[in-house]
């Protein structure tokens, strides 16, 4: 599976952007999509997941209310929302493909970064 990534840019605080990621290759439905982010300094950390069979969602706790997590199944697409954004969530966003019990600790594709940056 190749991850194709796009959007993202420069934006200020309190703004919104969006990310989208199309897989090519087979997304099982046993799968789940979802995004992670790096910013300097830190670890690569989950952001959001979608189960590709159910269509449900996990955020980590930082971005709940903020975020939307969605996918477009016909065209192996994910998309992700990004409403009220604050500085800290400056980072390198990387689309992936995992286990849709726990795409954390269970990623088998990765897409390229994508920068987002929030200035203050």
């Known amino acids: 599976v190749q991850l194709q990534a796009s959007g993202g840019g420069l934006v200020q605080a309190g703004g919104s952007l969006g990310l989208s990621c199309r897989a090519f290759?087979?997304?099982?439905?046993?799968?789940?999509m979802g995004w992670f982010r790096q910013s300097p300094g830190k670890e690569r950390e989950f952001v959001a997941a979608?189960?590709?069979?159910?269509?449900?969602?996990d955020y980590t706790d930082s971005v709940k209310g903020r975020f939307t997590i969605s996918k477009d199944s016909t065209q192996n697409t994910v998309y992700l929302r990004m409403n009220n954004l604050k500085p800290e969530d400056t980072a390198l966003y990387y689309c992936?493909?995992?286990?849709?019990?726990?795409?954390?600790?269970?990623?088998?594709?990765w897409g390229p970064g994508t920068l987002v940056t929030v200035s203050s």
């Open positions: 992936a493909v995992g286990d849709r019990e726990n795409i954390r600790t269970r990623t088998f594709y």
């Open positions: 979608v189960s590709w069979s159910t269509g449900s969602t």
């Open positions: 290759g087979q997304i099982f439905r046993s799968y789940a």
